[in-house]
């Protein structure tokens, strides 16, 4: 779980340097709290994920078919945008400025991140 957390945190932070209207972590002053801000960060991500991602996915099926699996990116977008709700009502620096453009690149950079990193990273499994 703690890899997951690092990998959806390393991703969260290139999606942020790449897409120019994220931001995550800029108004912490020290390395500390910014770094902290962003494991919190992907942390709420991975519970989004784990909890709303599967019904989104669900009640969106007819457009990933007919999109042939691109819609994909807007749930995604979708679930940046309510890990940005959840993030500002705990007070983490984290936001975005549009949703199409900035969320969907996001969403993208983030994909692209974390499947590159899981490649690289073997799961070990603890049977």
């Given at each position: 779980?703690l890899?997951k957390?690092?990998i ?6 290139v999606?942020?340097?790449v897409?120019q ?5 800029e ?19 991975g519970?989004?994920n784990?909890v709303?991602?599967?019904i ?16 994909t990116?807007v749930v995604?977008?979708?679930?940046l945008?309510?890990?940005?709700w959840v ?7 984290f ?10 690149m996001?969403?993208?950079v983030?994909?692209?991140?974390s499947?590159?990193?899981n ?9």
């Amino acid at each position: 779980m703690l890899i997951k957390v690092g990998i959806n945190a390393v991703a969260l932070w290139v999606a942020a340097l790449v897409v120019q209207g994220v931001r995550l972590g800029e108004d912490a002053s020290k390395l500390s709290t910014r770094l902290l801000t962003i494991v919190l960060v992907a942390a709420v991500f991975g519970i989004v994920n784990a909890v709303v991602k599967p019904i989104a996915t669900f009640f969106s099926f007819p457009a990933i078919v007919l999109t042939l699996g691109l819609f994909t990116f807007v749930v995604n977008a979708f679930m940046l945008q309510i890990t940005e709700w959840v993030c500002h009502g705990l007070g983490l620096d984290f936001s975005i400025d549009h949703f199409f453009w900035n969320a969907v690149m996001a969403a993208l950079v983030i994909t692209l991140v974390s499947m590159l990193l899981n490649f690289l990273l073997p799961e070990h499994d603890n049977r």
